[in-house]
Nanobody, 119 residues
Framework: QVQLVESGGGLVQAGGSLTLACVVS????????IGWCRQAPGKQRELVAT???????NYADSVKGRFAISRDNAKNTVYLQMNSLKLEDTAVYFC?????????????WGQGTQVTVSS
């Protein structure tokens, strides 16, 4: 089994920055992709960014140039650095992991962390 725990959410003003962290525990050796998704009220869940075991990264068009996904293997942690935040970035952000090398991780999910961007 794999467990994911997100942290780092909060309230930030538009234009500001925030860094989310996802700590992965359990059978981490089976994981080949980890990503961040978000879900705003009344909207479908949206993939934000993904990083594979080999380091390949993928971003949604809406966050390219503003968000950066990275990982620290020694800490079993994946980060999402969010810069130039916009009101529309407000959502619950979820960390997801997958046994496949995929751009859409879906096997395991964290509980989510709220990000609220204010004007």
């Amino acid at each position: 089994q794999v467990q994911l725990v997100e942290s780092g959410g909060g309230l930030v003003q538009a234009g500001g920055s925030l860094t989310l962290a996802c700590v992965v525990s359990g059978s981490t050796f089976i994981i080949n992709a980890i990503g961040w998704c978000r879900q705003a009220p009344g909207k479908q869940r949206e993939l934000v960014a993904t990083i594979t075991r080999t380091g390949w990264k993928n971003y949604a068009d809406s966050v390219k140039g503003r968000f950066a996904i990275s990982r620290d293997n020694a800490k079993n942690t994946v980060y999402l650095q969010m810069n130039s935040l916009k009101l529309e970035d407000t959502a619950v952000y979820f960390c997801a992991a997958d046994r496949r090398t995929t751009t859409v991780p879906d096997d395991y999910w964290g509980q989510g962390t709220q990000v609220t961007v204010s004007s």
